[in-house]
Structure formats: structure tokens, C-alpha cells
């Protein structure tokens, strides 16, 4: 016999276990751990998985490629020289703040 379970995605990220606050719009707690705020990553599935998975995530990230190819082709993007050097763990930078100076390019024609 085969049984299929499911935990309803509404359900998981109301869920006051998994986030502090549910119902409250808080984007800081994807953000700063420092905020006070609980945010299960673990549980965080916007799009789902397996063949429930969202039909529009593909578009979704074609969308979001797209656009970071824009901003970096129509600007220039530096690092100010007072931001110091990023925290670097073994592969990966730590997540924190980064602030990016944006400067129109000046395409050659």
C-alpha cells in the first residue's frame, strides 16, 4: 500500500515554530539574524518540490537571470574602499550587509 503525505505549504510558514510572527510582512528576517525574529530556512519553499513543484519557477529564474544581466550590463557596480574586506568562510562569503555603488555605464558605440 502505497500513502502519500503532504504538509500544506500555508500551513509549514504560518506555522509559529518555524517564523516568529507569521502573519506580519517582516522582509528582515531573511536578512538579519540579529532582528529577533525566527526564520526556519528549512521551511522556506517557495516554490515546493517533487512533481507538485511550481510551473512557473523556471520562468521565475530565466526572469531573475535576465534581469541581473541587465544590471550588470547597463551599470557599473564598486565596492566602496571604506566597506573593508568581506567575512569569507570556506567557500562562500557570509551573508551581511554590502553596500554597492551603482553607476550608469557609458556604452561604447
Known amino acids: 500500500m502505497k500513502t502519500i503525505v503532504s504538509v500544506p505549504t500555508w500551513g509549514l510558514l504560518h506555522d509559529p515554530r518555524y517564523f516568529s510572527n507569521p502573519e506580519e510582512f517582516i522582509p528582515e528576517r531573511w536578512i538579519d539574524s540579529s532582528s529577533g525574529e525566527t526564520c526556519a530556512n528549512k521551511a522556506w519553499i517557495p516554490f515546493a518540490y517533487g512533481q507538485w513543484s511550481c510551473i512557473g519557477k523556471p520562468l521565475a529564474l530565466m526572469e531573475i537571470r535576465i534581469a541581473l544581466s541587465k544590471l550588470v550590463w ?17 567557500i562562500q562569503i557570509a551573508a551581511g550587509k554590502l553596500c554597492v555603488v551603482v553607476k550608469p555605464r557609458e556604452l561604447e558605440q
Open 74 to 90: 547597463n551599470f557599473d557596480l564598486e565596492v566602496p574602499s571604506d566597506q573593508g574586506e568581506p567575512e569569507y568562510d570556506h
